[in-house]
């Protein structure tokens, strides 16, 4: 039986589904977010019976929507499934508008030991434009309670690319984040996702897309303001202090197993690839027949493995990556194009792999 010691759990629900969110998002009362609930932990239970979840959980995840909507005993009852301690990193995502100080105050009793913070932008009008619940003032409040209650380990996101955001601007944001001293930085370019609200603006005319160039700029800024603040850069969108580098994140980028549960989550266990229901209808309608919500399933071959390892592996910074012989006249060739750097005897991502990573990535997995 697989043991299992990595967890994420989606948990749907939003109070209103930001502009440029093309996440699985749902707006809930109580009672379904009570249902829901039950629905998920009837799931794990299902896993239970295929998969060992006695081990004790390296990390869970709680993502979304936004997780921070559900009531302490859910959360209680979720993690009651799941046997951990004071090392496992339990992070939750929260947003500045949906906690208090009992709030996080209950979190700390429950073992959770990490918070992802979504402030996005310190700038009012661009939280506006986002379609974000909260304020400024708010998630600073916020950030501040957070350390207030004891809480040592907090990621703040941050996104760039914005409509009409100038550099200016985002240099503003970023001082503004530093001098908060989170432990760890997320950050996201604005993607103008199908389906969203932003999309349709973008289509009627009413923003139009952040030029190439003044993006390339914006990462590249991010990059060197964050390294000369002692954050280090390990993974293509993610900064850290000195050991706060998010374990759960790394497991997806290290090609490790992990179980997914929730709506539209998505998972990794033995040689399988999988993701559940988006429509909450058809995730209920297959548990109530105690059947897995599963939508999509790929089945891995050893050379799909191998070649998910580099694809994902060559996304962490400066870990030396050692081919395999199929795979060392294609490491030897993007290094000749400047995408990779020959280190010691692997290879890891040049600056120039990094700003181009979707290229090398194209270049890579090319015949």
């Not at 929730?262 to 058809?282: E, H, I, P, Q, T």
């Not at 996304?315 to 990779?340: A, D, T």
């Amino acid at each position: 039986m697989l043991k299992i010691y990595n967890t994420y759990v989606h948990i749907p629900f939003c109070e209103r589904k930001c502009n440029y969110c093309d996440f699985t998002s749902l707006k809930g009362s109580d009672s379904q977010i009570e249902k829901y609930v039950n629905y998920l932990l009837k799931e794990i239970e299902i896993y239970s019976q295929k998969y060992d979840l006695s081990q004790k959980q390296d990390t869970i995840y709680f993502g979304g929507g936004t997780p921070s909507l559900l009531p302490i005993d859910s959360l209680e009852k979720i993690l009651s499934k799941f046997s951990y301690d004071k090392n496992t990193e339990i992070t939750i995502e929260i947003n500045p508008k949906t906690v208090d100080i009992n709030k996080l105050k209950e979190y700390r009793k429950l073992g959770i030991n990490r918070l992802s913070i979504g402030i996005q932008t310190f700038n009012d009008d661009n939280l506006k434009v986002l379609g974000r619940i909260h304020n400024s003032e708010e998630a600073i409040e916020v950030y501040n309670l957070t350390r207030e209650c004891g809480f040592d380990n907090i990621s703040l996101d941050i996104m760039f690319s914005l409509p009409n955001q100038t550099l200016a601007m985002l240099q503003n944001d970023l001082e503004k984040l530093v001098s908060l001293n989170p432990n760890h930085i997320s950050i996201y370019s604005l993607i103008w996702e199908e389906g969203t609200k932003f999309f349709r603006d973008l289509k009627a005319g009413k923003f139009k897309e952040t030029d190439n160039d003044l993006e390339a700029n914006m990462y590249e800024y991010i990059i060197e303001y964050l390294k000369s603040k002692e954050y280090i850069h390990y993974e293509i969108s993610n900064f850290s202090k000195k050991d706060f580098e998010s374990r759960h994140n790394s497991i997806y980028w290290e090609n490790k197993n992990y179980l997914g549960v929730g709506l539209s989550a998505a998972g990794y266990l033995g040689n399988v690839r999988y993701k559940n229901f988006f429509n909450l209808k058809d995730y209920y309608n297959n548990l109530d027949k105690d059947i897995l919500p599963i939508d999509e399933k790929e089945i891995l071959t050893e050379e799909d493995i191998e070649q998910y390892r580099y694809l994902v592996g060559f996304r962490i910074l400066n870990k030396i990556i050692v081919p395999s012989e199929k795979y060392l006249e294609r490491c030897v060739s993007l290094c000749k194009e400047g995408y990779l750097i020959k280190k010691e005897n692997g290879y890891i991502l040049s600056h120039k792999g990094l700003m181009l990573f979707n290229d090398f990535i194209l270049n890579f997995i090319g015949d």
